[in-house]
């Protein structure tokens, strides 16, 4: 192991980490990621994960090519990946280029995507391009896709997520709970999927624990029972959508609720009203 400074990050993970944003994707943030690709050249060439860049090698020793000082150090998150390196025992094409990195100017750990290309490629498939140049407004404009809270099963997003019919279907999301002040006709509508609407705004004023078993109980019928992925929504997704999804871990999971707040923030930045965190809080402790 070559210590605390290189580490594995799994793929749900990466996944939340290229889907942060609120208005914008945080991908536009030159600084924020730093995704490099270490596998074979024509490897990258016929697909590779969004934003990647590719770990150049030098063309005498087949070794590779440091990258400059400054591109290291000013990157908050440095992520490599080959095509399935699981372990930092392993000799592969991403622990060499991590070590090399780390030993060379990185300020911040450098890691390993565990599974590599070949795991992260067969959860998120809408996720590979051939892309490889970006232009500033193409990463302005670059689409997210929900947070993944539970792994397949269980998303927070905000209004654009919860209607918008290709990641709806890229992501095969049948269950809907809408915590939006929007209306989602075509999502209530539409027999092939379930909807749950909670008339709530986000506002101190408002209460959220009237609804809490309502939604525990729609959420496990799609998640538990039907094994079925289920998207949570707001208008922003950062407060209402986000306090019903760390009640449900609370409910299922057996969490407390500064666990369940702590596992929700590691996937997604979220702002919930104190008082739904209150009103949770008083949910559990008279049950």
Known sequence: MFGPYIELIDCQSLYNLLNEGIEYSKLCDTNYLYLIDCRERSNYNEGHIICAKHMKKD?????????????????????????????????????????????????????????GYEAFSRHYPFLRTQQIIYMPRELDQLKTYPSEIIPGLLYLGNSRHGNDLNTRKEMKIKSFVDCSTTES????????????????????????????????????????????????????GISRSAAIVIAYLIYSEKLTLEESFERVTKCKKIQPQIKFLNEIREFFANR
């Open 59 to 115: 063309s005498s020793s087949n070794e590779f090519r440091l990258l400059y000082e400054s591109e290291l150090q000013c990157r908050n998150t440095i992520i490599v990946y080959d095509s399935n390196t699981s372990s930092l025992q392993d000799n592969g094409p991403a622990n060499k280029c991590a070590k090399l990195l780390f030993e060379n100017g990185s300020k911040n750990s450098v890691k390993i995507l565990r599974g």
């Open 185 to 236: 006709s075509e999502n209530q509508s539409e027999k092939s999927i379930d909807y749950l609407k909670i008339p709530i705004r986000d506002d101190p004023e408002e209460s959220i624990k009237e609804y809490l078993q309502e939604a525990f109980n729609f959420i496990d019928v799609n998640v538990k029972n039907r094994k079925q992925p289920c998207l949570v929504f707001s208008d922003l």
